[in-house]
């Protein structure tokens, strides 16, 4: 039986993918919702650099606050628009529980991923998109990927390299991370719903 973070809640089957740092989870007051979507398509996923607020200068999803009587799935796709311009048929894939020194709650995140998307990708005043090749991408796709750098870990939140794997790979997941003023990582816990198995009869 596994031991969640406090700030996960989950009732059911999830097997342990990272699990890390210190001994001791930080302490937090309250947390606040927030959302972040990915699209991934042909081969790539689209991030967005992020050019002003918490975050800023490093890649992530597109996402932000749920609104006072908005649904998670409502933020993220409100937060999708109004940073790309896009529409897409999000499904939900995760949560994320950060607790980061100094902010006064601690975030609470709904991860959303899409495979299809509708209008024109644009820059907004928050975010720059950009396409990123996935790793090990099928062949078909390559000619897509071919001028398109890797992911860029080394410029987004050092959590984001334990779970984006499970993102790609349509997994679902769970996971806690606490930071230090600096962003690095202090502690941090990732779980996953077990694949189904492949009946081989
Ligand atoms: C601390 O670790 C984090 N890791 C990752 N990968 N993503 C994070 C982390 N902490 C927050 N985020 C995500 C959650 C949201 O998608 C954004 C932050 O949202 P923001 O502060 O920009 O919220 P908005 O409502 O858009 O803000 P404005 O009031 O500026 O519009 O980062």
């Given amino acids: ?46 991030l967005g650099y992020k050019k002003r607020g918490f975050g800023k200068g490093l890649y992530n999803g597109f996402g932000g606050k749920v609104d ?17 311009g896009i529409t897409a048929p999000l499904e939900h894939c995760g949560v994320l529980f950060f607790v980061v020194p100094d902010i006064d709650h601690a975030f609470h995140i709904d991860i959303f991923r899409a495979e299809e998307y509708d209008g024109t990708i644009i820059e907004t005043e928050e975010m720059r998109p950009q ?5 090990n991408a099928d062949a078909p796709t390559q ?28 997994r679902h997941f769970l996971g806690r991370a606490d930071f230090d003023t600096e962003g690095n990582l202090k502690k941090w816990w990732f779980g996953a719903v077990p694949q189904t198995p492949v009946d081989s009869r």
């Fill in 1 to 46: 039986m596994l031991t969640l973070p406090p700030g996960i809640i989950f009732d059911g089957t999830l097997e342990e993918v990272a699990n890390g740092g210190e001994n001791v989870w930080l302490p937090y007051d309250r947390k606040k919702l927030y959302t972040n979507a990915f699209i991934i398509r042909n081969g790539k996923l689209l």
């Fill in 68 to 84: 006072p009587g908005e649904t998670p799935a409502q933020a993220a796709l409100r937060e999708l628009k109004e940073e790309s």
């Fill in 131 to 135: 396409w990123f090749a996935l790793p």
């Fill in 143 to 170: 000619d897509e990927q071919k001028d398109l750098q890797p992911i860029p870990f080394d410029h987004m939140w050092k959590d984001d390299v334990y779970w984006m794997p499970l993102l790609l790979a349509s």
